[in-house]
């Protein structure tokens, strides 16, 4: 079985530029996560949708970010435009929730992003 | 405020000895308690969980955790530690209405001598 795919891998832009990262859950996971991790932190949850409803966004800072999972799918998450401060890596995660229960979360490779 | 807690940044021990990482919480309500375990350059591979029932969860490649209601502590054994093992843990909590806050600790770096 296929695990949760990221791209890219790396990424590094100017500030003020605009970056996209992908995301393609493990297949029938409805539910999809983006986190941000620091150097040396955990990861913090940034949005979480179950099938294509984003159900918690409330700690995605909507002035530059962005991010959709049209189809219930594969999401992008959007940065624009991108800050000093934003450089970090960037961690997709998904998990069947649902009436079975309550279950663990698979996490792709993340993204890391540097801002110059 | 609603958090966890992984009291020690480096937890190190020699091959062969037995292991313990850290994990205080919290939080509202009985949450549901998770580790996993990160390597370089890679994405975190979940190890264990307790939801409910036995207070002592086994998990993958050898480890367990227990369980205290009490103490709100959920920390991370294994009796005898491989220089594979090496790598950065993080506790992970899932609480609130409808578990829907999601809260990890800051991660605990574990260093496995030969």
């Known amino acids: 079985e296929a695990g949760v795919v990221q791209s890219p891998r790396y990424k590094i832009i100017e500030k003020k530029q605009p970056v996209a990262f992908w995301c393609n859950p493990i297949?029938?996971?409805?539910?999809l996560y983006w986190y941000l991790q620091n150097l040396g932190q955990g990861p913090e949850l940034l949005i979480r949708?179950?099938?294509?409803?984003?159900?918690?966004d409330s700690q995605l800072p909507k002035d530059r970010f962005s991010a959709e999972r049209l189809k219930g799918v594969d999401s992008t998450l959007k940065i624009q435009p991108a800050e000093l401060g934003d450089s970090a890596v960037y961690l997709c995660?998904?998990?069947?929730?649902?009436?079975?229960?309550?279950?663990?979360?698979?996490f792709g490779p993340g993204t890391r992003l540097t801002v110059l | 405020a609603q958090s966890v807690a992984q009291p020690e940044d480096q937890v190190n021990v020699a091959e062969g000895n037995p292991l313990t990482v850290k994990c205080t919480y919290s939080?509202?309500?009985?949450?549901?308690l998770f580790w996993y375990v990160q390597y370089p350059n890679r994405g975190l591979q979940f190890l264990l969980k307790?939801?409910?029932?036995?207070?002592l969860v086994k998990g993958s490649y050898g480890f367990e955790a227990e369980f205290n209601k009490s103490q709100t502590s959920f920390h991370l054994k294994k009796p005898s530690a491989l220089v594979s093992d090496s790598a950065l843990y993080f506790c992970?909590?899932?609480?609130?209405?409808?578990?829907?806050?999601?809260?990890f600790g800051s991660g605990t770096k574990l260093n496995v001598k030969p």
């Open positions: 995660a998904s998990s069947q929730d649902g009436t079975s229960g309550i279950h663990e979360q698979f």
């Open positions: 297949s029938g996971h409805n539910t």
């Open positions: 949708y179950e099938n294509e409803e984003a159900v918690d």
């Open positions: 939080v509202s309500g009985n949450p549901y």
């Open positions: 307790y939801i409910t029932g036995d207070n």
């Open positions: 992970a909590v899932r609480a609130g209405y409808n578990f829907n806050k999601f809260y």
